[in-house]
Each structure stands twice: as structure tokens, then as C-alpha cells.
């Protein structure tokens, strides 16, 4: 079936780097753009950026800029999310979502089971 | 950025009940608006797209409504697992924004 599975919990350091990965399956990658949402303790969804499954561009989120790498590996129909210079603040849960398009309208239909990063000294 | 509002930020129904949640969009979406359902502990789940259409396997007691920068999202008769919170998202302009959510909750 159609799905997103995540990499597990990590525990970083302040100042630490993190790259969550997110492998897709039962569909055809290049086809779809995968996108990042994070959702930090009691905080609403808040969207980070996108890569294009197929031809590899990318759009960030103005807040997220500085901070937040997304890359693909076509091979491995898996897409990542590298979060540097990580702050107490960053601690959160990170999913990747695909984006469905049609003539009707666009949405996240398929989401990954989330990956809880949490920064800690 | 556009500013999702939503109302009322807890919504106590009973079951069998009808439940309306609103989404107040801080300039125009056209019909570029989604209803995602989250339950603890879980990624959310899409519902709604083009602020009407149903997504697939979603029940028809789920219906979405509005444009523009009012919308409405309608369970018609609750059941035990439709409380959790809703959300709704714009995709008109990045960055795509998200509301803060509705808990729906058992009353």
C-alpha cells in the first residue's frame, strides 16, 4: 500500500545537526513532491518546505531558510530533512507528507508516522 | 503569510450530534483549503480538499463548505471516533499555514 515510513527518535545537543529520512513506497516517487511539517508541543502544523520527487527542486519556508536542508534519493525513494543549528526550541515532532494534486485541489493525503526530535543539553 | 483562524477552540458535542467547525482565512484562498483529523499520538489525516471534495474512504457524514476566507467543516452525526482535533491549511500562498486546530470533544 501507498505509505511514508519515517526514521526513528533522536536526541540532539544544541548546536547538533539531524537528518530525518522518510522512504516511500507503493507509489511512484518521482511523481510527487514530498513535503515537511513539523509540529512542536501543543503548537499548531507548521509547514517547512517541499522537494519535487522527480527533478529534485525545493521550496522553503522563509522561517526555516537558514536552517532546513530537503534532499531525495531517487534510488531509494526516500526523501530527508536535515534541521542544523538546533535550538531547545526545534524539539518537535517532524512528519513528511505527500502532496496529492488534481483538478479539484491539492493536499497532504499520505503522511508519515512522524519523528520526534527532541534537543536537550 | 495568511493567518488561519479557527473557532471555536473546543467544541463539546454529544454523539450522534451534528458538530460545525469554523476556518477564517486572514485574506482570500479561493477554495485552496484542506481538513485534516488528528488523534493523539497519530500524523494527521486528510479529509477535505478544495474546501469540498472529500478524500478518499472519508465518510459522507464529513462535509466541507465556504471560499474566499470563510469555511465550515460539518460532521452530521458524530460517532466515537470522530473526536480528535481538526485543522484546517491554505494552499493558495507558501507558506502553506495551518489553523490551531479544534478539539471536538465528548460532551
Known amino acids: 500500500q501507498v505509505q511514508l515510513v519515517q526514521s526513528g527518535a533522536e536526541v540532539k545537543k544544541p548546536g547538533a545537526s539531524v537528518k530525518v529520512s522518510c522512504k516511500a513506497s507503493g507509489y511512484t516517487f518521482t511523481n510527487y513532491l514530498i513535503h515537511w511539517v513539523r509540529q512542536a508541543p501543543g503548537q499548531r502544523l507548521e509547514w517547512m518546505g517541499w522537494?519535487?520527487?522527480?527533478?529534485?527542486?525545493?521550496k522553503y519556508s522563509q522561517k526555516f531558510q537558514d536552517k532546513v536542508t530537503i534532499t531525495r534519493d531517487t534510488s531509494a525513494t526516500t526523501a530527508y530533512m536535515e534541521l542544523s543549528s538546533l535550538r531547545f526550541e526545534d524539539t518537535a515532532v517532524y512528519y513528511c507528507?505527500?502532496?496529492?494534486?488534481?483538478?479539484?485541489?491539492?493536499?497532504?493525503?499520505?503522511w508519515g508516522q512522524g519523528t520526534l526530535v527532541t534537543v536537550s543539553s | 503569510e495568511i493567518v488561519m483562524t479557527q473557532s471555536p477552540a473546543t467544541l463539546s458535542v454529544s454523539p450522534g450530534e451534528r458538530a460545525t467547525l469554523s476556518c477564517r482565512a486572514s485574506q482570500s484562498v479561493s477554495s485552496n483549503l484542506a481538513w485534516y483529523q488528528q488523534k493523539p499520538g497519530q500524523a494527521p489525516r486528510l479529509l477535505i480538499y478544495?474546501?469540498?471534495t472529500r478524500a478518499s474512504g472519508i465518510p459522507a457524514s464529513f462535509s466541507g463548505s465556504g471560499s474566499g476566507t470563510e469555511f465550515t467543516l460539518t460532521i452530521s452525526s458524530l460517532q466515537s471516533e470522530d473526536f480528535a482535533v481538526y485543522y484546517c491549511?491554505?494552499?493558495?500562498?507558501?507558506?502553506?499555514?495551518f489553523g490551531q486546530g479544534t478539539k471536538l470533544e465528548i460532551k
Open positions: 522537494i519535487n520527487g522527480g527533478n529534485g527542486n525545493t
Open positions: 478544495g474546501a469540498s
Open positions: 491549511q491554505q494552499y493558495t500562498n507558501w507558506p502553506y499555514t
Open positions: 507528507a505527500r502532496e496529492y494534486s488534481s483538478s479539484t485541489g491539492r493536499a497532504f493525503d499520505i
